[in-house]
């Protein structure tokens, strides 16, 4: 009907002359097709679709004006080739942390002193340290912030998942015992000897763990060059320079010593956590892998430092498509930075000139958490950038040589997060139908002095559908309707089942390991496996193709907050399909291509010594 | 016939010498006020002096003295009233009169609380002197406080271009749309008591309430956050209801609009658009919505239309320049949007500094630096200038 009642309009579109005509006519014309009844705002992607539909329109010049409103740059025949038909299947999770034997609190040490470090820390890393095919936990213990390192305060906790049945607390045995105030986890394989390490940020020295292939880890921090005591918050591991071996970047928050704190007083002259802007910021530091155990800060020589920075959240992950790693971090209350690579020589903070580092409205917001992933299948990493309350999170859209674009209105996110204070986020397929998914950790930082929802938070989590976001927290499970203080948040697939699970980690309450049983469609999954490239293979990029559909990935460092992914690449595909092509770039540069994939499992693949050889490959998994 | 005339004679006789009598009596009372009056002055006796200056008022009242003293009485006396009564109908011719006019403007804007009236004396002195430094100050800040932005930055621009502007005046214009008063809410509440049928006023008033409002909802307890959160609930309503009532105002409108376009409304902006009056022609507010709508529809060209109109109207908005710079990158214009871009970081980073400043006396000098910079580089030559000069003077005021 819409549709019907728009062509008179479009004619008169083209009839009008001024332009304040024509504004009204495009007004008129968006309130039609999208809806004058409905809220929010014009629906580009719906617009484009009814385009298409239109085919027999005879006002080419007017559908041509409307192809891209609104959209990522794309025109309608890229579009249509991107729409897939795939069932949307209902998406649920269950919180099955206890039943599985999976207890951890993170505990934030609040005891009424108002330490600015409570409000921050609580992570979760995803490793499979004894490679028996099961993702493991590790997590990041704070205690009593003025005490840390002190040998009766609790120390960080391994969990070893056993079969993807239960967990069992294998610190212990491990050799895992650190006591320092802990914040987050990043997990890689720096040495290349095919056993996942695990840096851990504190508040306080950080703590490299290099896994001794045994089942055990030991503390190599002070031997490879990490003597700092500073703030630490989310780390990354990634290839900067394109060496085969992974660099490291971490956040430094600001400068704040818990056993000589500062003292900050809210306007009604009572003791308060500190703001961002009341203490003194600490440059993030980047520190290259010189190949034999030591690592060297390089920050400064790489032009990897920017004004105001207070970094809560980083990815390292090829922004611009050049093949080389770029470096995106969020900054608390101050403009986010693009570091991008020049040829691993150095770098330039090109947020601002590019459109990520303030908001669509020039403002600078309190980021923390980081999402990262190709939404509108563009073939460009988009991002999502959780907020402070009453900032609403925004979304990133890349649109390549043109920048990024503000789309959190236009896709109706702005919204549903303005009265939520969030941290962990990541972006994936949760219910297999190719399009992504947002999850959203959040929780206030101060009981005291909460705004907006108060202090525990109801998690998130929006779905794509093509053209904007919708909030479908509510039907995926009573996890989304708990108010929790959400912090890290990080996806694995702990039962091998094919579906990303994801481990949330609370400062108030127990972590949640939330099961997915979502209703999913084709899936592939891919762990890939670096020779030329670091054996973790951070930095690689896959495209799944299916008659005239991909789907791009990158297996990106860092994302979310304070937290690690598992180290795989997932993919949601049509449910019509039982074969793809998959195409991967590594690192190293060179590209692997296989044809006739089959769908449903789950593969291992190994990098090939030269483009001319066939990649090896593993069946790790199979099935839905 | 001849006793006709002989009457007529008479009459004129006996009206002349009646005019006469008058005339005499009037000029030895004036004489006898006058002196009274200085008599009085000298003895300290306001209460008299205002009781003879008020009847020499009435009989003369275009003389200026007559005035004069009875507002040195009411002065003394600190009889507001008195006051206003003698100053109200001073003559607004000579630049003499100006000082007289000044004190007026005073006492309207302060305890006679008539700001509307003052606004008229004020204009009435720029009439007379339009170097007037004062009026102009008043006037600036009358228009911030009432929100009429467009007037507040015409106002600015009379000022520079008379070259009697306050320091205050590049804060006011390169703020815009970003200035914030405090005490905004609360001067226009006291305002609207004197004028409680004023448009302006109560829009001026529903604007401030509506900024103190945007701001986070501290749930300290839960009783407090919900009288919050039905406060905004509130305003929103009476936002959309003072819309209705002054559907012409421009003000009201351009906050609706910047709030759709911040919360990224774009039918609602379109709206607002629709039905906004003619005037809105003339604001740049206006034509920056509808460059951020066309730029949201991918209408590259009339966006960079409306756009530069805004610039233009308002050349020292950085917003305008952060979404041109945003709409040039995205139609390819890179190098073009990177210079627009490096512009309006610079006044976003002046703005965020002002607004970090307790009041606009608090200024630093470093950052008038900067503003004279912005305003060179917005093209903005002659507020550049005037901003360079205050620096070199006030350099110069502290060097021995």
């Not at chain 2, 206003?84 to 302060?110: H, Q």
């Amino acid at each position: 009907m819409a549709e019907l009642l728009s062509r008179p309009l479009i004619k008169a579109f083209v009839r009008s002359r001024s332009f304040s005509d024509r504004l009204l006519f495009f007004v008129a014309l968006l309130c039609l097709l999208s809806g004058c009844n409905q809220g929010g705002d014009p629906n580009p992607v719906e617009l484009q679709r009814t385009e298409v539909k239109q085919e027999t329109e005879p006002v080419v010049e007017v559908s041509s004006i409307f192809s891209d409103l609104g959209s990522s740059e794309s025109s309608s025949e890229d579009m249509k080739n991107r729409t897939s038909p795939i069932v949307r299947g209902d998406i649920s999770f269950k919180d099955v942390a206890s039943q599985i034997g999976l207890s951890f609190r993170y505990d934030n040490g609040a005891d009424g002193q108002q330490l600015m470090v409570e409000a921050t820390g609580g992570g979760c890393g995803w490793i499979d340290f004894d490679r028996d095919g099961f993702e493991d936990l590790y997590f990041p213990q704070g205690g009593n912030a003025a005490r840390s390192g002190e040998a009766d305060q609790p120390s960080d906790q391994l969990f070893r998942n056993i079969a993807g049945a239960f967990f069992k607390d294998a610190s212990l045995q491990a050799g895992v015992s650190d006591h320092t105030y802990g914040q987050g986890v990043t997990v890689g394989d720096y040495n290349n000897d095919g056993f996942d390490d695990i840096f851990v940020t504190n508040v306080g020295r950080n703590q490299l763990l290099q896994n001794q292939g045994d089942g055990s880890f030991i503390a190599v921090s002070e031997s490879a060059g990490f003597f700092e005591e500073l703030w630490s918050s989310s780390a990354a591991w990634g290839d900067i320079d394109l060496d085969g071996d992974l660099d490291l970047y971490v956040c430094n928050y600001c400068d704040y010593d818990p056993k000589n704190p500062m003292i900050c007083r809210n306007s009604r002259g009572i003791d308060s956590i500190c703001h961002p802007k009341d203490v003194v910021p600490v440059a993030d530091e980047c520190y290259r892998n010189l190949g034999d155990g030591i690592f060297q800060a390089c920050a400064k020589e790489l032009g990897l430092f920017g004004d105001g920075n207070r970094g809560l959240g980083v990815v390292i992950a090829d922004f611009d498509n050049d093949h080389w790693p770029d470096i995106y971090v969020a900054n608390d209350t101050t403009a986010n930075f693009l570091f991008v690579n020049t040829h691993g020589q150095s770098f330039q903070d090109v947020a601002s000139i590019v459109g990520c580092a303030v908001n669509s409205n020039g403002m600078a917001q309190a980021s923390m958490g980081i999402a990262c992933g190709d939404y509108d299948r563009n073939g460009m990493l988009d991002l999502y950038l959780t907020h402070f309350t009453n900032e609403w999170n925004t979304l990133y859209a890349n649109l390549g040589e043109k920048g990024f674009y503000d789309r959190t209105a236009m896709t109706n996110l702005v919204v549903p997060t303005m009265s939520r204070l969030a941290f962990g986020t990541l972006m994936a397929d949760f219910n297999q139908d190719g399009f992504m998914e947002i999850f959203v950790a959040n929780g206030h930082i101060n009981p005291q002095e909460a705004d907006g929802d108060g202090y525990p938070m109801r998690p998130q989590l929006f779905s794509y559908n093509g053209s904007g976001w919708d909030d479908v927290g509510d039907g995926a499970g009573d996890y989304f309707r708990r108010r929790v203080v959400g912090r890290g948040v990080a996806t694995g697939d702990f039962d091998a089942d094919g579906r990303l699970d994801l481990c949330v980690v609370h400062h108030d309450t127990e972590i949640a390991l939330l099961h997915n049983e979502s209703t999913i469609g084709n899936w592939l999954q891919l762990r890939l496996i670096g020779t030329g490239s670091s054996r973790s293979a951070v930095g690689s990029r896959v495209h799944v193709t299916i008659e005239n559909q991909e789907w791009m990935a990158e297996l990106a460092g860092g994302t979310s907050y304070c937290s690690s992914m598992q180290g795989i690449l997932s993919f949601g595909l049509p449910v019509a399909a039982e074969k793809c092509r998959v195409r991967i770039e590594w690192p190293s540069g060179s590209s692997t291509v296989l044809e006739n994939v089959v769908l449903n499992q789950m593969m291992s693949i190994v990098e090939p010594a030269s483009d001319a050889e066939p990649a090896r490959s593993y069946v790790l998994q199979v099935g839905r | 016939m001849r006793k006709s005339v002989r009457n007529s004679i008479v009459l004129i006789m006996t009206i002349a010498a009646l005019w006469l009598a008058s005339y005499g009596w009037h000029m030895m009372r004036v004489r006898s006020l006058t002196a009274e009056c200085l008599r009085f002055e000298k003895t300290g006796s306001w209460a008299r002096l205002v009781r003879s200056a008020r009847e020499w008022m009435k009989m003369e009242p275009e003389n200026r003295e007559a005035r004069q003293a009875g507002v040195m009485g009411g002065r003394a006396l600190n009889d507001v009233r008195a006051v206003t009564e003698f100053l109200e109908g001073f003559p607004r011719e000579l630049p003499d009169d100006v000082p007289w006019l000044s004190m007026l403007a005073d006492v309207k804007f302060g305890p006679a609380n008539f700001p509307l009236q003052g606004v008229q004396v004020c204009q009435d002195i720029l009439q007379i002197t339009p170097n007037h430094k004062e009026s102009h100050r008043r006037l600036i800040y009358y228009f911030a406080m009432t929100q009429q932005l467009v007037l507040m930055q015409k106002q600015i621009e009379a000022a520079i271009e008379n070259r009697c502007e306050l320091p205050e005046a590049y804060v006011y214009g390169f703020l815009g749309p970003g200035l914030r008063l405090q005490n905004g809410s609360e001067v226009t509440r006291r305002w609207l008591t004197n004028d409680s049928d004023s448009e302006l006023l109560e829009v001026a008033r529903a604007l401030h309430v509506a900024q103190s409002l945007a701001g986070a909802i501290p749930s300290v307890d839960e009783a407090t956050a919900a009288m919050l959160r039905s406060q905004q609930k509130e305003r929103e309503v009476a936002m959309g209801q003072l819309l209705e009532k002054y559907p012409r105002n421009l003000d009201l409108r351009a906050y609706l609009l910047n709030e759709a376009m911040e919360t990224g409304q774009a039918r609602r902006a379109g709206e607002l658009l629709k039905e906004s009056p003619s005037a809105a022609d003339e604001d740049f507010r206006f034509w920056h919505v509808r460059g951020w709508i066309f730029s949201n529809l991918n209408e590259f060209e009339e966006a960079g239309r409306c756009f530069e109109k805004a610039i233009h109207l308002a050349p020292l908005d950085w917003r305008t320049r952060f979404h041109y710079a945003e709409m040039l990158r995205r139609s390819g214009k890179v190098e073009e949007s990177t210079r627009l871009n490096s512009v309006s970081i610079l006044g976003r980073a002046i703005e965020k500094e002002l607004l970090q400043q307790p009041d606009t006396g608090s200024v630093p000098k470093e950052i008038y630096g900067r503003l004279a910079e912005y305003c060179q580089q917005c093209g903005s030559d002659r507020m550049a200038q005037r901003v360079t000069d205050y620096l070199r003077q006030s350099d110069m005021a502290k060097s021995p």
